[in-house]
């Protein structure tokens, strides 16, 4: 230490610490700065995760499609209680690995939903409309109505017993029940595949359709069923709802 150095007040030596108001200050600052955040990062994880979702039912419906062109056209059993059915429901197996579809899509996660709580093995279930439990089942893909890509073919669905038994069935309009239920994984949306192959993720309109969690309920003004009725491939269509 040199002499001048020697001489300086220890005041102007000692490191200046923050005072107990600063620290609230900034811990605020960066609290604020957290609740702006927060929201933007889990959106972009939401996002992230139907993104993945998305390709999960376009793989699985590609699949579906190569299976019925090695078969002469004809239709995977969508009934997951029937022979040659896409899944195989038992307790004593997994049911996605002794399906039929299993061959075709050798992975376990594409069967899964990244946002499904359930734990299940399976989110998915074909249309009951494509060679399912449907009373109006067809069961060749030249039996579908044209065009294919205005019928649904995989879709998110919701079972309160915790797992998703045979095909989704959707009533048939004028009906204004829901037969089955769609997941509620996405919040305020879905993710479904059609039989040409794409997938969108479906915003529902009706506040009350991700919530519907119980069968056979009864909303005579829910859109979003409606136009599950205009995708299913039966006719009649409900009125303004295109294909």
């Known amino acids: 230490m040199t002499a001048e150095e020697s001489h300086m007040p220890r005041e102007r030596c000692a490191r200046r610490g923050f005072t107990l108001a600063e ?11 957290l609740a702006m955040l927060l929201p933007a990062l889990d959106k972009a994880k939401e996002q992230a995760r139907r993104t993945v979702c998305l390709s ?10 190569a299976y019925a062109q090695e078969h002469g056209g004809r239709l995977i059993n969508a009934s997951t209680d ?10 004593a197996c997994m049911s996605v690995q002794g399906g039929t579809l299993w061959p075709y899509v050798k992975n376990s996660d ?7 709580l359930l734990d299940y093995d399976r989110t998915y279930s074909l249309n009951g409309y494509l060679n399912g439990e449907s009373p109006n089942a067809v069961h060749g893909l030249s039996d579908i109505r044209q065009p294919s890509g ?9 079972d309160p017993r915790g797992f998703n038994e045979n095909s989704f069935v959707c009533s048939v309009y004028p009906a204004t029940v829901w037969v089955d239920n769609v997941a509620p994984w996405h919040r305020n949306a879905g993710v479904l595949s059609f039989c040409d192959g794409h997938a969108v993720v479906w915003h529902w309109d009706d506040p009350l359709t991700a919530r519907t969690l ?3 309920v009864d909303q005579p003004n829910n859109r979003d069923l409606k136009q599950l009725q205009a995708w299913v491939g039966v006719n009649p269509i409900p009125p303004g709802f295109g294909l």
Do not use: H, R
């Open 23 to 33: 620290l609230l200050v900034v811990t605020a600052i960066i609290a604020m700065l």
């Open 56 to 65: 999960n039912v376009g793989q699985l419906t590609f699949a579906w499609l």
């Open 82 to 91: 029937e022979p040659n059915s896409w899944v195989n429901d038992c307790y």
């Open 110 to 116: 594409l069967y899964v939903c990244p946002d499904d």
């Open 150 to 158: 205005s019928v649904f073919c995989f879709i998110e669905k919701f």
């Open 214 to 216: 119980s069968p056979w």
